[in-house]
């Protein structure tokens, strides 16, 4: 018995307790090895040093490690396993994602990107790559996102194919260095920083439509094609792409962040729009993750596993979308209430009713006073529902009806609607510009924008929970939330550089996030992980899950090149 025995006991032993008395057992039999040895010690220096036969490692060795692992078992026992960091991070510098972590500026380790791989590059992309500074801190600063990080991309490459990504990432592999991918960079929680450096993969050059399929309503896409793009490329076609997130968001980002939108409650999220992928994974290597059959039982769901994995676990390369009809007829209502509560009640109620409406969303009082001094309105600055119904003229009418009497037994006024195409457009833009219109009211602040959901019978009590904490608060706050589905968002307004206000911006997005995780919700619907909401993970799911994802990580990424430091929070490992 030796090491090899600790080793295999260690590796076997699954059981705490089974470990623990494999330990108190074995301790007990190496302490009267260690006895005996005594007795057999060299009477003299010299006949030590002679004694081929004994041999103090022989003895002190497995009990020193049968301490250790005696130590480990019960340290393991005493403290949650989740505590140990990645060997490659200085914990009193990295310290972003973890458990209870306030961090503003996301740390990271950098090293010199090799000149031989910038030459790789080179000879790859040709002219399409920059190493100008400007540049560069472009691509590391994402759009609309307060999150910042100590480093920026040492390189940022614009491949114009998937053969030239795949080049790109064996390359980058092979030097060990990061890759972070980049599309519209309109995510909201840190996604596209690049806190070790490294290189920036700008994909907005790949936008091809590559093949339309009408008569099964898909479409074969590139992942730098925008959604708004997507959809004036299928208007003439009479289809749609129904996912619609903030404005100026790619196809390639959007299966990233698993994103979804107002419409999301009539036609699912990403997951479920999405039929297939095309991904280059870390070594370079092509993986295609299902065909174009719109259902399939065939192996493991490769496609879901890539959707809203955030880039690190490949690169997107090709998208085949889920196409709707364009609907015959529309109608666009709004309906005012003198509590968010009534308006959220509403909302559930309509849902509950089996009205199959197309979009509903909340915007609070703030919210919109925010509308009306960005736009010059005049809307009543209350809480404020909008909804869509779709179908044929009949139908729509119909609903429309249901919710108008619905609106009113729940102190609902002033409902309106329209039908004319350019009222409509009109109406939505607001709903969809809401965070620039928060920009208005406060135009030298940024946003922290929450994102929580849960159940929809929870809704209610979420939002009048969250808005009492959001109304008492010194900063600028608005609701607005997918009512429909269970998702509230809440943009803080406040000033960075001030210590005061990035705290209490923190503490009500960490009320919310709490609150929600209390109603068997999630920390995030739609936006997705980062490095922003990683700290809330294990309380969500648990120290089990995160130690599955980061095991599937760590085989399909190795040497943890793919934008690392992203939604796997540090401390856990396995």
């Not at 003299?44 to 040093?49: F, L, M, N, V, Y």
């Not at 790949?206 to 730098?224: F, Q, S, Y």
């Not at 059959?293 to 490949?314: F, H, P, V």
């Not at 509560?341 to 509403?346: I, L, S, Y």
Request: contains cysteine; charged residues 20%; proline residues 5%.
């Amino acid at each position: 018995m030796g090491f090899s025995f600790w080793l295999a006991c260690l590796r076997s032993c699954s059981n705490k307790s089974a470990f623990s008395k494999a330990f108190r057992d074995s301790f007990y039999h190496y302490k009267s090895q260690l006895n005996t040895c005594q007795k057999n010690l060299p009477s003299t220096i010299a006949e030590k040093t002679n004694s081929h036969a004994f041999s103090w490692s022989s003895c002190l060795l497995p009990l020193a490690f049968a301490v250790s692992a005696g130590s480990l078992t019960f340290q393991s026992h005493n403290n949650h396993p989740s505590l140990c960091e990645p060997s490659n991070l200085d914990s009193r510098k990295v310290t972003i994602g973890g458990k209870a972590s306030t961090e503003f500026v996301v740390k990271g380790t950098h090293k010199e990107v090799p000149q031989e791989l910038i030459d790789e590059l080179k000879a790859i992309c040709q002219d399409n790559m920059t190493l100008d500074y400007d540049e560069r801190f472009y691509h590391g600063k994402p759009q609309n996102s307060f999150h910042k990080a100590v480093n920026i991309p040492d390189v940022v490459v614009f491949p114009r194919s998937e053969e030239e990504v795949s080049q790109i990432v064996k390359s980058c592999n092979k030097h060990k260095v990061p890759i972070v991918p980049y599309g519209g960079a309109t995510s909201i929680e840190g996604h596209t920083l690049s806190p070790n450096g490294g290189v920036c993969i700008d994909m907005t050059l790949m936008k091809r439509v590559k093949a339309l399929h009408i008569r099964d309503m898909d479409v074969v896409v590139e992942p730098g094609i925008g959604w708004m793009e997507l959809n004036e490329y299928l208007e003439p076609y009479g289809l749609f792409f129904p996912l619609d997130p903030g404005p100026g968001a790619t196809i390639g980002g959007m299966c990233a962040t698993r994103c979804s939108g107002s419409l999301a409650v009539r036609y699912g999220t990403m997951r479920d729009n999405v039929i297939s992928l095309k991904v280059v994974l870390a070594n370079g290597i092509i993986v295609k993750t299902a065909s174009r059959a719109r259902k399939s039982a065939a192996g493991y769901d490769l496609t879901r596993l890539m959707i809203g994995s955030e880039g690190t676990l490949g690169v997107v390369t090709e998208v085949t979308l889920r196409l709707q009809k364009i609907p015959e007829h529309s109608v666009v209502a709004m309906c005012n209430f003198p509590t968010i509560k009534d308006a959220a009640d509403v909302a559930i109620d309509i849902m509950l009713s089996g009205i199959q409406v197309s979009r509903v969303e909340l915007l609070d009082e703030v919210q919109v006073r925010a509308v009306n001094i960005a736009n010059g309105k005049n809307l009543p600055e209350v809480p404020t529902l909008m909804f869509e119904f779709i179908g044929t003229e009949a139908y729509s009418h119909e609903q429309t009806q249901i919710v108008q009497r619905i609106v009113s037994e729940h102190n609902g006024s002033d409902f309106v609607f329209t039908e004319d195409p350019e009222a409509k457009k009109e109406l939505w833009k607001i709903r969809k510009e809401a965070l620039w219109a928060c920009f208005a009211m406060e135009p030298n602040f940024e946003a922290m924008i929450s994102d929580v959901c849960v159940p929809l019978s929870n809704l209610a009590e979420l939002i009048s929970r969250s808005k009492q904490e959001l109304d008492a608060s010194s900063l600028v706050c608005t609701v607005i939330a997918h009512a429909g589905d269970g998702n509230f968002h809440t943009v803080i307004l406040f000033d960075p550089n001030e210590e005061e206000h990035r705290r209490e911006a923190e503490r009500l997005n960490q009320f919310m996030v709490y609150t929600a995780l209390s109603m068997e919700g999630t920390c995030t619907g739609e936006h997705g992980v980062g490095t922003g909401k990683m700290k809330y993970l294990e309380k969500e799911l648990g120290i089990e899950a995160l130690q599955t994802m980061k095991r599937i990580k760590t085989a399909l990424d190795p040497n943890n090149i793919m934008n690392p430091g992203k939604l796997i929070p540090p401390h856990v490992c396995f």
